[in-house]
């Protein structure tokens, strides 16, 4: 009996070693989480990887008045290296802790880089690693490095990496002339021959110098400030053009993913007379071989309210918004349009018309396939088809007018 | 032979986990590109006519396991002979998925952990159930079964509800016409997973209605080829063809891209899970296949006795089979699975049959049907 309770004894005694789980544990406190990490090219030729780095202590209990907000909620490190492997192992000789990629939200590229190289060779590491999350936010650097944008402090978002993820986002759900792109959906694009990338550029206006310091969160009107910049097209995995504006938003209509947006109509005489807002909007491209030629089909349908009068006009009359509606539909097509001649002009199909002939013609795009880019892209003409809809014009419906 | 008795809803959940098992794991007929979710549908017609032929054997010999009737079949010295072939099948097969198992965990979650440590944990579980018998693996099934349905419904409403399934993946449909999926269907979904539901011989006589276990077991086979062939689109419709391929564990992948509502993400649990549970019982059963015919063919009164030695067996080799990944993969679903598999699980037992219906001409088979 007595060996009995001693072998019961050592099970447990054993169990309490091998079952702890403590194989490699990783303390909190020894994990440098990185919410973002930017790359760049230096002078030689080597990966410069700047990882911005959560300071626990300064980011909790802000909003309470605790002692949160005396540092930065945030710390930069960077870490030189012919790859990204050993950019980011070489950095923990700066850093008392373990860099901890599982909450990096968002890779920041250089524009330099983007353009020298094919950014696939920054991704394929990323997405091969266990801790890196595919759905991890891709931008580009517009006209300044990576490490400067992910060094700027920022004010109502306190960590920066969140800040750019949320304006994209939200930016895309109101105005639409920037996408996210995650890393999975950019290996993807990069990938398939009948696509290629387009992404989201970011923009730092000011001083990095000044956007270091907690004074750049602290004005109403910060001096150094990160904003969403234009959408970067690529070739062949490396940076070829930008564009912005009414472009930028025809081709996020075409890549349908346009949420939202604003367009002004020319209305008796009078510029940008009537805004309409977009709440809807769906886009259906085809690509048919005729004559030995592809020819793509364009089919957008958009649904939205009048969102501004500036002209009195007599909103109550449907034959009127029925004309409106034609003014939209012009607007749009003229930006599907402007993009189209963009995406032509640098001999990239960001828009996928490759991807829509390979379901459609699989055999066409067979022989085509290789050229699709530099041939038979720029030269496929497009029939561009917009049905736009004013729903409801908000609570009023015809404008006020002054001393009527 | 132990005294077991598997009811006809055990043999369907076991059926059910065994062919899931390491299937969901891996890129099942990933080189039939956007056709892959039909050639693992052709596959599995192909697995329900081998799972016929298994079970019309054993029809003419109910009360027999597999290595009792080889040796009534094809002689004392030739039978055995073949079933000792089985055993060594059956042990490789354990320590394969069981490798299976522990790459998972070490690509993935435990990257500093040896591969030993890790598959040892699970053999020594498996090695405890198969000493209390199949009836406790049948047990445990049950009630394992509705947890794996109930993570896979989940998961899937999860990913229609992110909108992460692009339909246009999976087109154009038969691109390179039907040479592709044929090719893949025969070197490989036909055998693995489906085919190897050639195991389940060694638990049909523990069965309570041997009649109708044919068409529970074909139901299952039916079942979880349909499961697999969705989950199989599913990931080609989230991830895409190329990156489907180049995943070593594409469901994990395509798990990791739920995103729904800022805060149901990272689900990579889901995958773990469902895995773990589902490899447990694929080795489970080749396991005890490997047991219980060793106990026929050397005339062991306990097979119990039989699990520590042969558990430790299949626990060293599924370390050493292969030096890495790429070549247990490479062995797994190109070699094993075009020269091993269609001799044992399709030529022999049709030979079987064959030999089997002319030694019973005059009395027919045993069930009658």
């Known amino acids: 009996m007595k060996i009995k309770k001693f072998l019961f004894f050592l099970v447990i005694l054993g169990n309490i070693l091998l079952l702890s789980g403590c194989w490699s544990k990783k303390e909190l406190t020894d994990l440098a989480i990185v919410a973002a990490l930017g790359i760049d090219k230096n002078e030689e030729g080597r990966y410069v990887g700047t990882m911005q780095i959560i300071n626990p202590g300064n980011v909790a209990g802000g909003l309470q008045g605790g002692g949160g907000s005396q540092g930065p909620p945030v710390s930069v490190i960077t870490g030189t290296g012919d790859s990204i492997v050993e950019l980011s192992r070489r950095a923990s000789r700066k850093l008392s802790r373990r860099l901890y990629y599982a909450h990096t939200n968002l890779v920041v590229i250089g524009e330099d880089l983007a353009k020298e190289e094919s950014i696939s060779t920054i991704l394929d590491p990323l997405e091969r690693d266990a801790q890196f999350r595919s759905t991890a936010i891709i931008v580009i650097a517009q006209g300044s490095k990576a490490s400067d944008i992910v060094k700027v402090l920022t004010a109502i978002d306190k960590i920066p990496s969140n800040k750019i993820i949320k304006t994209l986002k939200f930016t895309e759900k109101t105005w639409g002339e920037n996408i996210t792109v995650n890393m999975q959906d950019a290996v993807k694009m990069l990938v398939s021959p009948g696509k290629e990338l387009a992404v989201s550029g970011f923009r730092l206006s000011g001083d990095v110098d000044k956007g270091k310091k907690m004074e750049n969160t602290q004005e109403t009107e910060p001096s150094s400030s990160l904003y969403a910049g234009s959408l970067a097209i690529f070739k062949n995995g490396k940076l070829t053009g930008w564009i912005d504006g009414e472009t930028a938003r025809g081709s996020v209509i075409l890549l349908d993913k346009l949420n939202a947006s604003a367009f002004g109509v020319k209305w008796e005489g009078k510029d940008e007379a009537i805004i309409y807002e977009l709440i809807r909007q769906k886009t259906n491209v085809m690509v048919k071989m005729e004559k030995g030629k592809p020819r793509v089909s364009i089919e957008v349908q958009a649904e939205g309210n009048i969102g501004e009068a500036s002209v009195s006009t007599d909103l109550n009359n449907p034959d009127v918004l029925l004309k409106i509606e034609k003014e939209i539909e012009k607007k749009i097509k003229k930006e599907i349009t402007m993009a189209l001649k963009q995406a032509k002009k640098n001999k990239s199909d960001i828009f996928g018309f490759g991807d829509a002939l390979h379901r459609s013609n699989p055999e066409a795009w067979k022989k085509m396939k290789s050229e699709w880019n530099d041939v038979y892209f720029p030269e496929a003409k497009a029939d561009i088809v917009v049905d736009a809809f004013i729903r409801r014009t908000g609570l009023r419906n015809i404008p006020h007018q002054v001393n009527k | ?369």
């Open chain 2, 1 to 369: 032979m132990e005294k077991a008795k598997i009811s006809l809803y055990q043999l369907f959940v076991l059926i059910m986990l065994f062919e899931l098992g390491s299937a969901i794991l891996v890129p099942l007929a990933s080189d039939a590109k956007q056709d892959a979710w039909m050639a693992i549908l052709v596959g599995m017609f192909g697995g329900l006519f081998l799972f016929w032929i298994n079970y019309r054997l054993f029809l003419y010999y109910p009360e027999l396991t597999p290595p009792e009737y080889m040796q009534k079949l094809l002689g004392k010295i030739l039978g055995t002979f073949l079933a000792f072939c089985y055993i060594i099948l059956f042990m490789y097969s354990a320590a394969r998925v069981l490798r299976d198992f522990g790459e998972m965990l070490l690509t993935f979650a435990y990257l500093e952990t040896p591969l030993f440590i890790v598959n040892a944990l699970l053999m020594l579980v498996i090695i405890y159930a198969i000493r209390k018998g199949i009836e406790v693996v049948a047990r445990t099934g049950e009630l394992f079964f509705f947890f794996i349905y109930f993570l896979a419904i989940t998961g899937f409403i999860l990913i229609l509800f992110s909108g992460l399934i692009d339909m246009n993946n999976l087109k154009p449909i038969l691109e390179q016409g039907i040479s592709p999926i044929a090719r893949v269907v025969l070197t490989q979904s036909l055998y693995f997973p489906f085919g190897e539901a050639i195991v389940f011989s060694m638990i049909f006589p523990y069965l309570t209605n041997k009649k109708k276990g044919k068409k529970i077991g074909l139901f299952a086979i039916g079942l979880s080829g349909i499961n697999l062939a969705i989950t199989m689109a599913i990931n080609i419709g989230v991830l895409g063809v190329d990156l489907t391929a180049r995943s070593q564990f594409p469901l994990l992948s395509t798990i990791q891209s739920i995103q729904v509502a800022e805060f149901l993400e990272r689900l990579d649990v889901f995958f773990m899970i469902s895995t773990v549970i589902c490899i447990y019982f694929k080795v489970s059963i080749y396991f005890y296949a490997a047991v219980a015919s060793t106990a026929v063919i050397f005339k062991i009164k306990e097979p119990s006795k039989l699990t520590y030695p042969m558990g430790m067996v299949i626990l060293f080799m599924s370390v050493t089979i292969a030096s890495s990944y790429a070549e247990h993969l490479k062995e797994g679903l190109k070699f094993i699975t075009t020269y091993l598999h269609p001799f044992f699980l399709m030529v022999i037992p049709l030979l079987l049959l064959g030999i089997a219906f002319l030694k019973n001409r005059k009395g027919g088979p045993g069930g009658g049907f």
